[in-house]
Nanobody, 121 residues
Framework: QVQLVESGGGLVQPGGSLRLSCAAS????????MSWYRQAPGKERELVAG????????TYADSVKGRFTISRDNAENTVYLQMNSLKFEDTAVYYC??????????????WGQGTQVTVSS
């Protein structure tokens, strides 16, 4: 089993920045990819960004390219999401996701509890 704990969400003004963190514990040697998903009210959960264990492959939703950066610290079993130039439409609950599959076509099996990001003036 793998446990994921997110932190770093909050309230920010448009144009501001936040950094989300997701710490993994448990059977972390099974994790080959970690991702961030988000779900806004009334919308489906969507992939925001993903990264493989070695960091060689990253993927981003078109809506966040150039503004968000995903990174990971394997020594700390932690993945980060640096979010810059935040927009109203980035408001959502952000979820950490991790597991064995590296295709990013579908979510992996492990989820965090989510952290709220609200962009508001």
């Amino acid at each position: 089993q793998v446990q994921l704990v997110e932190s770093g969400g909050g309230l920010v003004q448009p144009g501001g920045s936040l950094r989300l963190s997701c710490a993994a514990s448990g059977f972390t040697s099974s994790i080959r990819a970690m991702s961030w998903y988000r779900q806004a009210p009334g919308k489906e959960r969507e992939l925001v960004a993903g990264i493989t264990r070695e960091g060689r492959t990253t993927t981003y939703a078109d809506s966040v390219k150039g503004r968000f950066t995903i990174s990971r610290d394997n020594a700390e079993n932690t993945v980060y999401l640096q979010m810059n130039s935040l927009k109203f439409e980035d408001t959502a609950v952000y979820y950490c996701n991790a597991g064995f599959t590296t295709s990013f076509v579908a979510p992996n099996q492990y989820w965090g509890q989510g952290t709220q990001v609200t962009v508001s003036s």
